[in-house]
Every structure is written in structure tokens, then in C-alpha cells.
């Protein structure tokens, strides 16, 4: 007898669509199970025994591969398990994915927040996060009080953090209000807590940090906390850029 879950559980561990579209996709009459319609919640099924679709197309858990964009809060770590049992990135989604096993795409430190990927592909961990593939990663980060145009002219050129110079950073100031300041910086590699350190090597504070864009896959509108998965649009291009 196979592991019974709701169905809405099991379409999301399925990649189709998270936990809560798989809901609407229930109450909309778009999904059968055994060729039956399903409309109510809470309907429970069998894997492997019971075939599930969605707009009439067969559905399976064998060998997915799942690519994840999750909008992380600060407070959480981005391991699978914490040695002192702090919460995860992945606490956020194992509710929706069950026993899938999933990692974090490199880390995001447990005071930012923003945009960081899971996945269970360890090629596609590889190709964003090795160094010689470049994939840049933007940030939004708020200092406290201001910066002078000679600060953001080192980021651009590049400072010495730790015991290696960083390449060139693409820095731009964004908005100055109530004594913070917040700018948009790109960078190129991915060191422990580079941005952070940038900052203080020409004598910043930074007190709030948000992770928007990886490459060209963008964050967008999805809400703290939340995740969903990528596009194939999205994957290609992290896997070919």
C-alpha cells in the first residue's frame, strides 16, 4: 500500500502547481482522480494506486525534479536541518512536498531576506552556484544613514573583503529617507555574507538586506514567505546562461 496524502498535497509534490493553486484547480473542476471529476476539498489518495490528472493529463511523482523560487523571511536558515534546530528555508515547503528531499541553491545568511531557489538537481545547483558560470545576484540593501559617490565608485571598482578583492559590483542609490539609504547592487561571486562585508569595508552599516534577482529570474511580486515553482522558461536559462 502506497503513502496516502490530500490531493492537493500530492499535486503540489507533483510540480504542477503549489498546495494552494492545486486548491483552486480542485474547486474549478480540473482535476480527476481514477477519471472522476473532483471538486470538493480534502479528498484523499493513494500514490501509485490512484491516477490523478489535471485538464485531462496524466500526473506522477517518479524521478520529478523540482526547481523552486521561495521568497525567504529573515529568522530562517537556508539548510534542509539546523544543528540547533532553528527553522529552515525548507520548513517553508515541506508541507506542500511531503518526503521530497530538497536543497537550497547556495544561502542566503539568516538576517536576509529575498529570493532564493531549492531543488532536488544537483546539475542545476551546480551551473547558478559554481564561479565560473557568473551568475549574477541583485540586492537590495538599506544602510543606515548615507553614502557618498566616492563609496559607491569602490563597489563599482571592487574592495577587499576577508582575503580577496571582489570584482567590479554594479551599485546604484535608489531613495534616501528617514536617515537610511537604499541601494541596488549587483554582484558576481557569492562569498559568505559578501554583500554585508562590502558595505563595511568603506565604512557602511547595513541594516535590512533583500536578495531580488538571480540572473534574469526576478522575484517579482511573490510574497514574503511564499514559493512557487519556476517556469521551464526560468530553468533554461539558469541551466544555459
Known amino acids: 500500500m502506497g503513502e496516502i496524502v490530500r490531493l492537493q498535497k500530492y499535486i503540489a509534490m507533483s510540480g504542477v502547481a503549489s498546495r ?3 486548491e483552486t484547480m480542485i474547486q474549478d473542476g480540473r482535476v480527476k482522480v481514477n477519471g472522476k471529476k473532483i471538486t ?3 479528498v484523499k489518495i493513494e500514490i501509485g ?3 490523478v490528472s489535471v ?3 496524466p500526473i506522477k511523482l517518479k524521478n520529478k525534479k523540482y526547481y523552486i523560487m521561495l521568497n525567504k523571511p529573515v529568522g530562517y536558515v537556508s539548510t534542509a536541518k539546523d544543528q540547533f534546530d532553528r527553522p529552515t528555508v525548507v520548513d517553508l515547503i515541506k508541507e506542500d512536498l511531503g518526503d521530497v528531499r530538497i536543497f537550497p541553491v547556495g544561502r542566503l545568511d539568516y538576517e536576509t531576506e529575498g529570493l532564493l531557489l531549492l531543488t532536488n538537481d544537483g546539475d542545476f545547483t551546480y551551473k547558478v552556484t559554481h564561479p565560473k558560470f557568473h551568475t549574477d545576484k541583485t540586492y ?11 563609496g559607491i565608485n569602490k563597489l563599482r571598482n571592487g574592495v577587499y573583503i576577508d582575503d580577496f578583492k571582489t570584482s567590479p559590483a554594479e ?3 535608489l531613495d534616501a529617507v528617514d536617515g537610511h539609504t537604499y541601494i541596488k547592487i549587483t554582484i558576481h561571486e557569492g562569498k559568505n555574507r559578501q554583500v554585508r562585508k562590502m558595505f563595511a569595508a568603506i565604512g557602511c552599516t547595513v541594516v535590512g538586506l533583500q536578495r531580488i534577482k538571480i540572473g534574469n529570474v526576478e522575484l517579482g511580486n511573490l510574497p514574503l ?3 512557487r515553482h519556476l517556469t521551464s522558461h526560468e530553468v533554461n536559462y539558469l ?3
Open 49 to 51: 494506486a490512484d491516477n
Open 239 to 241: 541551466m544555459n546562461s
Open 20 to 22: 494552494r493553486a492545486a
Open 40 to 42: 470538493e476539498q480534502g
Open 225 to 227: 514567505g511564499r514559493w
Open 171 to 173: 551599485a546604484e542609490i
Open 55 to 57: 485538464d485531462d493529463k
Open 140 to 150: 537590495i540593501a538599506t544602510i543606515k544613514g548615507g553614502i557618498t559617490i566616492s
